[in-house]
């Protein structure tokens, strides 16, 4: 019988890709309360470059080394004492911020999410954090009615295809800014594509739109804040322009202060950063819902995420080097 070993993905000091190194780790041995589960696929995200890079705000008081992992869909093979709802084989998932991008890992049982059976472990992971904040943003944040008029920044990436899949699905009128050539795939997920380089998409609808979704951040968000309409709101949920500009974190954290102050101008409009982690942390009974109603949508077929990549240990540095260079069509993750 093959011994088990432990694999993981580790921050060796903040900087480029080049800061990532895979180990060899010790096997984890689940507390009381815990469950160790054999990792099946782990999402590679644009936030694991935000926090190997020490720009996420969550792990800030990390220092390396730490294994990086966001999320995870695996199988458990070791159940520790206490544990009464779950038993080995069972295929669970979670979102852990970092520490998942393993072979095995453990994990509190009482913050596992089952996974129905028969759906593919990739699909089902690209669905732990960009399908929940997509979903979050639109029914927990934004509160969407039907008919409201939306516009998606970032609309080809992995946040942006599911709000528009799931937009699509609440009744909203979409729009999705991107580069031009990803103008096919958003026509294709039911939004009207705009060309973010030659097209002012503060003039597209006139009275402006009732939600703007903004994950990039350009010029601070104040463009995106002036194409809202009298009563609409601006939700913002990242700050990659800020990134791939090397501003500071504190630049951005003003940014996301700014946001609050201009609910004071007139008009009627509204700014907001929505996090997932601190969401979950004032509701935690929510992600749990929210990710299960997303299972039950991709076991019926109602959804299918977009796999650009199934990586190996061996691959992670160049998937990190993708994922800075942006373009991608899809979620790019790791399958120990």
Request: glycine fraction near 12%; charge should be positive; include cysteine.
């Amino acid at each position: 019988m093959n011994e088990l070993r432990n694999r993981v993905v580790q921050v060796s000091g903040f900087g480029g890709p080049e800061a990532l190194e895979v180990v060899d780790a010790p096997l984890p041995v689940p507390g009381r309360g815990e469950v160790r589960v054999r990792v099946l696929a782990s999402g590679l995200e644009y936030t694991d470059v935000l926090i190997r890079r020490h720009l996420y705000p969550q792990t800030s008081q990390r220092r390396p080394p730490f294994a990086l992992g966001y999320d995870f869909v695996g199988e458990i093979d070791l159940v520790g004492a206490a544990v009464n709802d779950f038993r080995v084989g069972d295929r669970v998932a979670d979102m852990t911020v970092v520490g998942s991008n393993a072979a095995y890992r453990t994990i509190r049982a009482d913050r596992l999410t089952r996974v129905p059976a028969g759906v593919d472990a990739s699909e089902a992971a690209a669905l732990i954090l960009s399908w929940t904040t997509a979903y979050q943003l639109l029914h927990r944040a934004a509160h969407v009615r039907r008919g409201q008029r939306v516009l998606v920044h970032g609309a080809a990436g992995a946040v942006g295809q599911a709000l528009l899949v799931l937009g699509q699905l609440a009744g909203v009128e979409l729009w999705g800014a991107a580069h031009g050539r990803h103008a096919p795939l958003i026509r294709e997920l039911g939004a009207t594509p705009i060309d973010y380089q030659g097209e002012d998409f503060t003039r597209v609808v006139p009275g402006g739109f009732d939600v703007v979704f903004d994950g990039i951040g350009e010029d601070s968000y104040r463009r995106s804040f002036s194409a809202v309409g009298r009563g609409g709101l601006l939700c913002a949920y990242g700050y990659s322009a800020g990134v791939q500009a090397q501003r500071r974190m504190i630049t951005m954290l003003m940014w996301i202060a700014r946001l609050y102050l201009w609910r004071w101008r007139p008009g009627g409009r509204r700014a907001a950063f929505f996090s997932i982690n601190l969401l979950r942390a004032l509701h935690p009974a929510w992600f749990r819902e929210d990710l299960e109603q997303l299972f039950g949508l991709l076991a019926r077929g109602a959804i299918r995420p977009r796999v650009a990549g199934r990586i190996t240990f061996d691959e992670v540095s160049e998937a990190h080097r993708r994922l800075e260079a942006g373009g991608l069509e899809g979620k790019l993750v790791l399958c120990p």
